[in-house]
């Protein structure tokens, strides 16, 4: 069993900047990646960036890459979103989900066994 608790999401003023973080607490050994997904009222599940556990390896959805940049600290078993340059349209529930095992869909929240309860981002004009 793993458990993930997101934290760090607020309001912020368009162009500004967040930090989100994401502990990972129980099995964190099983772990093989981690990855951050968003969901604005009405709109889909949508990926937005993946980190490998072990190797570090990172992966973005091409709307934020060059503006979010994923990391870890293994040894807090936690991961961290950095959003920098926010825009109106980035609004959104963000929420942290652990895979445990391989596979080449990163993209698909099924692919996610574990998720956290989210935490909102608010960008204002």
Request: proline share 2%.
């Amino acid at each position: 069993q793993v458990q993930l608790v997101e934290s760090g999401g607020g309001l912020v003023q368009d162009g500004g900047s967040l930090r989100l973080s994401c502990a990972a607490s129980g099995r964190t050994f099983s772990i093989y990646a981690m990855a951050w997904f968003r969901q604005a009222p009405g709109k889909e599940r949508e990926f937005v960036a993946l980190i490998g556990w072990s190797a570090g390896n990172t992966y973005y959805s091409d709307s934020m890459k060059g503006r979010f940049a994923i990391s870890r600290d293994n040894a807090k078993n936690t991961i961290y979103l950095q959003m920098n340059s926010l825009k109106p349209e980035d609004t959104a529930v963000y929420y942290c989900a652990a895979a445990m095992r391989s596979t080449s869909a990163w993209y698909d929240s099924a692919s996610y066994r574990y998720w956290g309860q989210g935490t909102q981002v608010t960008v204002s004009s």
